[in-house]
């Protein structure tokens, strides 16, 4: 009996392998079609990689697209081929490369400028002289557009600034109010002081009297805030 030779069993197991790999390649990929259910989709391409809800349309996941279900049925499929998602991936990450790149180039360049920038700023002079409101601008400006450059402490130092300022600025109204509310109750001293040699009614004159009383009270008030508020007279 003649028995095949070894060289024909390897030309038959590499056709074999060919033809396989051939039938592989060639095999079409699954697709889904309008109106299928949830459990066809996932027999075809496997559970999604992730799925998101939104009012009635779930959304299923995958590498080579998005399907969309209402009421548990397709109504659209975005899939495309796996040679196809991967060149879409690629070109993906080329541009995010590219991003990044330039993110990085971009911060070298504002983090030189904004060094730079820092410097001349403080050996300014004339920066230096104008109000703080003006100075404080100027550096939340200069920190959004220098965000790499460490402007702590001169922000601060002009943010206190500023503060200081509007607490005088406040103390100051304040000052004024209570002056004119005591300008305003020493002409109604007046005023009562005449009422009160006018009338012969002892009511009319208790009623004064009561005013004044309340006033006085008001007075002592006011005077004691005006002691918190005005700087005691230097020596």
């Known amino acids: 009996m003649k028995h095949p030779s070894p060289i024909a ?27 299928e259910s949830i459990h066809a989709v996932v027999t ?15 959304t299923f996941y995958y590498t080579r697209g998005m399907v969309d279900f209402t009421d548990g049925r397709v109504v659209k499929s975005t899939l495309v081929s796996s040679e196809e998602a991967r060149q879409i991936r ?13 993110a990085e180039a971009d911060k070298n360049r504002l983090t030189f400028e904004g060094a730079a920038e820092l410097t001349k700023r403080l050996e300014d002079k004339t920066f230096a002289a104008q109000p703080a409101e003006a100075r404080l601008t100027a550096w939340q400006e200069f920190s959004r557009h220098y965000p790499y450059t ?18 005088e600025r406040q103390v100051q109204e304040e000052i004024q109010r209570i002056d004119q509310r005591l300008t305003e109750i020493k002409a109604r001293f007046h005023q009562l002081d005449k009422d009160y040699a006018a009338s ?36």
């Open 200 to 235: 012969l009614a002892n009511w009319k004159r208790n009623e004064i009297t009561a005013e004044r009383n309340r006033l006085n009270a008001e007075l002592a008030e006011l005077d004691s805030r005006l002691l918190t508020l005005k700087p005691a007279p230097k020596p």
């Open 44 to 58: 075809k391409l496997g559970e999604p990689e992730g799925q998101f809800q939104q009012g009635r349309i779930l």
């Open 150 to 167: 460490d402007i702590t402490a001169p922000l601060a130092g002009a943010q206190a600034e500023v503060d200081q300022l509007q607490q």
């Open 9 to 35: 069993f390897g030309l038959t197991g590499i056709l074999l392998a060919m033809g396989l790999a051939l039938s592989l390649i060639a095999a079409p990929e699954p697709e889904v079609e309008i109106g």
């Open 90 to 102: 690629q070109a993906r990450e080329r541009v995010e490369a590219d991003q990044r790149r330039q």
